[in-house]
């Protein structure tokens, strides 16, 4: 008897075609929506039903809760799953799905809400013993108590908005004089994209390590931890390079940091898979930073030392069925890493790269797992996340991991977008992540070693004029047109183009 | 043919020799040989040594991966042509090879894009065409003459 009649993939990309992989193996049929931008999108023809939600915009269609839950009552689904991003931690829509009768796969919409409020999620977490940093989350945001604040928690100090996420409104203060412009500047921001201008004041730690605890709770008091996870590598305070387990933990801190973990699922009432998120300062203590209430995006480097399919536990998990782990399932084996593969071009500032697939070719071997949305002929459009792939690889060793990630990076072909692939080749061979020497601020630190090399080398340019002189009189005879084969460079296209 | 990287420009001349391909860049002389494995991917051979490349064209931008690494160029066509203007009235071929046949004679009237000679180059042949209608003036080369861009094959008056 399969967890549920069918589940309804509230998402797109990459992390839809691996929700609708894991609910093919439980012999759960599937549901995929998707915009107008998305009608043949490889999340659509790999579920069994699917559903349009309108166009390409997000806020109209993987944003409309009032479309995801009228797609669900229309294919009589009885189970969402809202992958990660989009709408994935919104409460409204959690309570949304309950009330249409039909199961969230993820925590009530209350502990999403409770979470989401970082003044709330500090208070609570304080509360119940788990370290936070110093700072200030009271209620009397007036500038003046903010300043009073401020110099009690000493400089630098961090601005955070208590509302969203993703660095947005974020500033670092350096010393008393920079901060009313700091806090006008983040209120702004923080209102224009959350529309709530409430901050947290947090000490600024230099140079810090980004760890985080998997955690798996059924909300009846039972919770366990599935290790965790080293997400130092960011840029703009998004994840580029994950790893499991963290090199900078030893099994002491190790397990010290895995039970504040758990102690923090326990205190906000968990239920199902969730992330708490900490910073890891040079000295080795550890403080709160947030709770992700869903399924990470670098949930594959757990699955791949526990050897689970969180997406199981976590249907398993909506389908009432109890909590199964034991404190072994927690026991790294060997080493995992993730690459996140974006439409991002590292010779021009990092910015998004819209642009067609025109050829693609992913690596495969022992120990390498590509989780990809793509396909060729895939558009990559402005309207969503950059995000197209993601290569992980598993090895008995950090080090084996990083050879295996080597090679499968380099037999990575993607043509027509550019990527930030020889950036990430670029970290994964630099001798500081070789030694573990990660910190948030490493692609900053070394960012004249990451940025890639604009042009070929000259063996690879004579030999792209000689393929092109023959694909070009190839073209030329087929078409049986233009004397002049160059001149049919314009049509000329390889690779299957849509 | 020149391919443009950024603000540097690479004129490239690429000749068959009896061992392979050989290419005239930024005053080097490179020698290879090339075979297209499917669409888009190609195996680069230096001797036992051999690379894969990927290569795909949009509109004049060439995308190509070499060694694992992704590049984007830019193909000049008018700058092939100035590097060197074909004479309308002259047949060449665009790229290097060996003509496989020769399907008109002087004084034969011929039509626009009427098949005039077959050049196979790698495996593959490419029909050449008249430019335009005429008469065949001069046929310069026979059956299994090597040739080359730059070099009139057959002449229309």
């Known amino acids: 008897m399969p967890l549920f009649r069918k589940v309804l993939v509230a998402n797109r990309g990459e992390i839809a075609v691996r929700i609708e992989r894991t609910c093919r193996v439980l012999g759960i049929p599937t549901v995929a929506v998707f915009s107008e931008a998305d009608r043949t999108a490889r999340h659509v023809r790999e579920a069994d039903e699917a559903v349009g939600i309108g166009p390409a915009e997000a806020a109209e269609s993987y944003l409309s809760i009032e479309r995801i839950v009228a797609a669900a009552l229309e294919a009589a689904a009885d189970a969402v799953h809202p992958g990660y991003g989009f709408l994935s931690q919104n409460g409204d829509f959690a309570d949304a799905v309950r009330d249409a009768g039909l199961v969230f796969v993820g925590p009530p919409g209350d502990v999403h809400r409770r979470m989401g409020d970082k003044r709330a999620a500090r208070r609570l977490m304080a509360a119940a013993g788990v370290p936070v940093l110093p700072g200030y989350d009271g209620d009397d945001q007036a500038d003046a108590a903010l300043l009073g604040e401020a110099r009690r928690v000493g400089w630098p100090l961090m601005i955070k908005p208590s509302r969203g996420g993703g660095g947005k409104g974020m500033r670092i203060v350096r010393e008393e004089a920079g901060f009313q412009d700091a806090l006008a500047s983040s209120r702004r921001e923080a209102k224009a994209a959350f529309g709530d201008d409430a901050v947290v004041l947090e000490r600024f730690v230099e140079r810090p390590r980004h760890v985080e605890v998997q955690v798996m709770a059924d909300g009846e008091g039972r919770a366990v931890h599935l290790g965790e996870r080293e997400c130092s590598v960011q840029r703009r305070h998004q994840k580029v390079v994950e790893e499991a387990p963290s090199p900078a933990l030893g099994p002491e801190e190790r397990r010290t940091l895995c039970a504040a973990g758990v102690e923090a699922a326990r205190a906000v009432g968990y239920v199902n898979a969730g992330t708490v998120e900490f910073l890891l300062s040079p000295d080795g203590s550890f403080s709160f930073l947030e709770m992700n209430t869903r399924l990470q995006v670098e949930h594959p480097v757990t699955e791949a030392v526990t050897g689970l399919d969180l997406v199981r536990l976590q249907l398993e998990s909506a389908a009432g069925r109890p909590l199964s782990l034991s404190p072994e399932d927690a026991v790294p084996r060997g080493h995992a890493l993730e690459c996140r593969l974006y439409a991002e071009d590292p010779s021009n500032d990092d910015l998004p790269s819209p642009g067609r697939v025109l050829h693609l070719s992913e690596p495969a071997g022992p120990g390498i797992r590509v989780d990809s949305g793509l396909d060729t002929g895939s558009e990559v459009t402005v309207h969503y996340d950059p995000l197209l792939s993601k290569i992980v690889t598993w090895g008995q060793s950090r080090a084996e991991a990083i050879e295996r990630m080597r090679d499968a990076l380099r037999r990575t072909v993607v043509l027509g977008v550019p990527t930030n692939l020889a950036r990430l080749r670029a970290i994964v061979e630099h001798p500081a992540f070789a030694a573990g020497d990660l910190h948030t601020g490493f692609i900053g630190a070394h960012l004249r070693e990451l940025t890639p090399r604009p042009c070929p080398p000259l063996e690879a340019i004579a030999a792209a004029a000689a393929a092109l002189a023959l694909e070009g009189g190839r073209d030329g005879r087929e078409r049986r047109a233009a004397p002049d084969p160059w001149s049919s460079l314009g049509p000329w296209r390889l690779g299957g183009g849509a | ?157």
């Open chain 2, 1 to 157: 043919m020149r391919l443009r990287c950024g603000e540097e420009t690479f004129d490239v001349q690429v000749r068959e020799t009896k061992r392979g391909l050989e290419a005239q860049v930024a005053g080097r002389a490179i020698r290879f040989a090339l075979e297209r494995a499917r669409p888009g991917v190609f195996v680069v051979r230096d001797g036992a040594r051999s690379t894969t490349l990927h290569l795909v064209a949009d509109g004049t931008v060439l995308h190509l991966s070499w060694d694992g690494v992704a590049y984007a160029l830019l193909v000049e066509r008018e700058g092939a042509r100035t590097a060197h203007r074909p004479d309308p009235d002259a047949l060449e071929t665009p790229m290097p090879g060996r003509v496989a046949a020769v399907k008109v004679a002087p004084g034969q009237p011929v039509a626009k894009g009427e098949e005039l000679l077959v050049v196979e180059a790698m495996k593959m042949e490419n029909a050449l065409r008249a430019p335009r209608d005429g008469v065949v003036r001069a046929v310069h080369v026979a059956a299994g003459d090597r040739v080359v861009p730059g070099r009139a094959l057959v002449e229309i008056e």
